[in-house]
Nanobody, 114 residues
Framework: VQLQASGGGLVQAGGSLRLSCAASGSSLNMFDMNWYRQAPGKQRELVAGIDGGGRAKYADSLEGRFTISRDNSKNTVYLQMNSLKPEDTAVYYC?????????WGQGTQVTVSS
C-alpha cells in the first residue's frame, strides 16, 4: 500500500486546513486509518483514527477541532482541521493498519503562525 498525504501548508492561527491521504495498491476497506503528527523535538503522537465501520477516535487535546473521515470509494482519508493553533504545527502522517500490516505515508507539513 502506498499512501500519499497532501493538503498541508502555512495558515494563521484560527484558520483551517484539510489534509488528504490517498492510497494506491490496495483498498483501504481492509484498514483502520490514522493520522499522526510529529512536532520538532517531540514524539510522534496519534491525532485521530477511523476504523472500517467509520467509528472515529481523537486525541483528547484536540478539543473537538479536528474531524477524520474516509471515502472508501475514492480510497482516501481526510483530516479536517479547524481553529488551528500554533501548537498544531507538525508534520502530519497518515497510517493504514490492520492485524497484519502497518503502512505510513511520507508526511505533510502543517505550520500555524500566531
Amino acid at each position: 500500500v502506498q499512501l500519499q498525504a497532501s493538503g498541508g501548508g502555512l495558515v494563521q492561527a484560527g484558520g483551517s486546513l484539510r489534509l488528504s491521504c490517498a492510497a494506491s495498491g490496495s483498498s483501504l476497506n481492509m484498514f483502520d486509518m490514522n493520522w499522526y503528527r510529529q512536532a520538532p523535538g517531540k514524539q510522534r503522537e496519534l491525532v485521530a483514527g477511523i476504523d472500517g465501520g467509520g467509528r472515529a477516535k481523537y486525541a483528547d487535546s484536540l478539543e473537538g477541532r479536528f474531524t477524520i473521515s474516509r471515502d472508501n470509494s475514492k480510497n482516501t482519508v481526510y483530516l479536517q482541521m479547524n481553529s488551528l493553533k500554533p501548537e498544531d504545527t507538525a508534520v502530519y502522517y497518515c497510517n493504514a493498519r490492520n492485524f497484519f500490516k502497518s503502512y505510513w505515508g511520507q508526511g505533510t507539513q502543517v505550520t500555524v503562525s500566531s
